[in-house]
């Protein structure tokens, strides 16, 4: 079981916004960046959000994040058939010493 | 252009050893903190070890701590793993990943661990 939680799955439509929740403790969403990651069958990971707000050059703006005490999500706004992909949630826990990931959100495009 | 590039992955029996390269070009290679990442066949990802840039911080995940060594070679722009004692557990896409947000990935190597 992944100390950050994420909803297996989520959908939506061309042209919506689709939000993905990845919630947690509070001494770990509350207290330590949180970066996403975009990951299509077969490849590796990319990074699309880090420092919890912030985006990589050449990550469009439709992408954005949000963070509250105990969640954060992120958002994809103009959903598109190519945003069909598997999302995680990722911070490090100073308890652990290391990093922790959600268990991953499968998006899919209808 | 930032490039990692993973190797020395393969089937290996349990118990058995193998040790990951992980070659970076393109960037400050001695600048940055490098982590591996483990993906097992149909799962999340997991995060495995963590080296800081000068190798004077070293992490494990409970999962792998006291059988894999993460390691580099700053003169060789090369990170690297070596993996003892393997469990079919141990079974996945193993990926580096560089700097403090693990922002580049390489391609990842697979590592089989299989009678």
């Known amino acids: 079981q992944s100390v950050l939680t994420q909803p297996p799955s989520a959908s939506g439509t061309p042209g919506q916004r689709v939000t993905i929740s990845c919630s947690g403790s509070?001494?770990?969403?509350?207290?330590?960046?949180i970066n996403w990651y975009q990951q299509f069958p077969g490849s590796a990971p990319k990074l699309l959000i880090y420092?919890?707000?912030e985006r990589p050059s050449g990550v469009p703006d439709r992408i954005s994040a949000y963070k509250s005490a105990t969640s954060a999500s992120l958002a994809i706004s103009g959903l598109r058939s190519e945003d069909e992909a598997d999302y995680y949630c990722?911070?490090?826990?100073?308890?652990?010493?290391?990093?922790?990931f959600g268990g991953g959100t499968k998006l899919t495009v209808l | 252009e930032v490039q990692l590039v993973e190797s020395g992955g393969g089937l290996v029996q349990p118990g058995g050893s193998l040790r990951l390269s992980c070659a970076a070009s393109?960037?400050?290679?001695?600048?940055?903190?490098f982590n591996w990442v483990r993906q097992a066949p149909g799962k999340g990802l997991e995060w495995v070890a963590y080296?800081?840039?000068?190798?004077?911080?070293?992490y494990y995940s409970d999962s792998v701590r006291g059988r894999f060594t993460i390691s580099r070679d700053n003169a060789k722009n090369s990170l690297y793993l070596h993996m003892s004692n393997l469990r079919g557990a141990d079974t996945a896409v193993y990926y580096c990943?560089?700097?403090?947000?693990?922002?580049?990935w390489g391609q990842g190597t697979l590592v089989s661990v299989s009678a």
């Open positions: 990943a560089s700097k403090e947000a693990m922002e580049n």
């Open positions: 393109g960037f400050m290679f001695s600048s940055y903190s």
């Open positions: 080296i800081s840039s000068t190798g004077s911080h070293i």
């Open positions: 509070s001494s770990i969403i509350g207290s330590e960046d």
């Open positions: 420092r919890s707000y």
């Open positions: 990722a911070a490090w826990d100073d308890s652990l010493s290391g990093w922790v």
